[in-house]
């Protein structure tokens, strides 16, 4: 029902930035939590960052200060925006749907992942 396409990824430099976006299309009006996620190789996959749709936002203690996560509701887009970025930022990041489903609070969809590499 939900569907969400990811872009931005790719190489940077130790301290450069890079901004992730993730277009969701399908059944939006039951998106209420969008976030992302990161998996390195050989490791759990960990949050990074969650949003509301009424804007509060969470963030994992590795990333806070230097990831920003924001969503424009019009156009049905989640960003990040990274700033400060280390080697072990480097992981393949993938975005998320949640909401209320045929009665149930469920993911409701996932993006197919895009690589970011930190490296100099």
């Known amino acids: 029902q939900v569907q969400l396409v990811e872009s931005g990824g790719g190489l940077v430099q130790p301290g450069g930035s890079l901004r992730l976006s993730c277009a969701a299309s399908?059944?939006?009006?039951?998106?209420?939590?969008m976030g992302w996620y990161r998996q390195a190789p050989g490791k759990q996959r960990e949050l990074v960052a969650t949003?509301?749709?009424?804007?509060?936002?969470n963030y994992a203690d590795s990333v806070k200060g230097r990831f920003t996560i924001s969503r424009d509701n019009a156009k049905n887009t989640l960003y990040l925006q990274m700033n400060s970025l280390k080697p072990e930022d480097t992981a393949a990041y993938y975005c998320?749907?949640?909401?209320?489903?045929?009665?149930?609070?469920?993911?409701?969809?996932w993006g197919q992942g895009t690589q970011v590499t930190v490296s100099s």
């Open positions: 998320n749907a949640e909401g209320i489903y045929s009665g149930y609070y469920r993911v409701l969809g």
């Open positions: 399908g059944s939006i009006f039951s998106i209420n939590t």
């Open positions: 949003i509301t749709r009424s804007g509060s936002t």
